[in-house]
């Protein structure tokens, strides 16, 4: 980073709450992939597999893209829907 720059800070609160549940899709996925054993865990250099929590990941996302749907365009529609099929057939490939 360069002298005299500082980080960008944001007040997540400001965020509106459909914003806020993209977000957390995306952290949930994230943990999804790393729960199925198939990215490596921040910080490690190792892949671990807990299907319970991957499990409990993607039912979550799948709760929050139905509850956006009123809130997203079309195409946000067919990425969410995308993401979700990708974690199922994987965890389903993995168990």
Do not use: C
């Amino acid at each position: 980073m360069e002298k005299n720059k500082k980080p960008i800070a944001f007040d997540i609160a400001s965020f509106d709450t459909p914003v806020l549940l993209g977000l957390f899709i995306s952290i949930l996925s994230e943990k999804a992939w790393e729960h199925m054993g198939l990215r490596v865990r921040p910080g490690t250099d190792k892949a671990e597999k807990d299907l319970g929590r991957a499990m409990l990941a993607i039912d979550s996302i799948a709760f929050l893209i139905d509850r956006l749907d009123p809130y997203v365009k079309d195409d946000e529609k067919s990425k969410l829907r995308s993401l979700l099929a990708d974690l199922q057939i994987n965890f389903a490939k993995v168990k």
